[in-house]
């Protein structure tokens, strides 16, 4: 997990809830790391008081091989709408 601003970026490794929690407030928060759902390695970064989050994946199966926006939008709709409503417990 990566956290940062424009000036300086730096690593931490969080092996639980309350670790994150206790991570002082940043300009963006990067997780990075294979996603078992998806099958993919994948890396999603939020970014402190906009409604932007930039998400990238390895293209390693034939679903993300040659997708395109509109199929990229389509296959992580439903996991970041997941991962979005487990922000709010």
């Keep these: ?5 424009a000036e300086n970026e730096t690593e931490v490794k969080v092996k639980d809830a309350e670790e994150l929690l206790s991570l002082e407030e940043s300009g963006y928060l ?3 790391g294979e996603s ?3 099958g993919v390695p994948i890396m999603i ?12 994946v390895i293209p390693t ?3 993300f091989e040659e997708t ?3 199929r990229f939008n389509l296959s992580m709709c439903q ?11």
């Excluded at 970064?45 to 990238?56: M, P």
């Design 68 to 70: 395109d926006y509109t």
């Design 1 to 5: 997990m990566f956290i940062g601003d």
């Design 45 to 56: 970064t939020f970014y402190n008081q906009l409604d932007l989050v930039r998400v990238t």
């Design 36 to 38: 078992e759902i998806i």
């Design 61 to 63: 199966t034939a679903e």
């Design 79 to 89: 996991y970041m709408d997941s991962a979005e409503l487990a922000m709010y417990m």
């Design 30 to 32: 990067t997780i990075r």
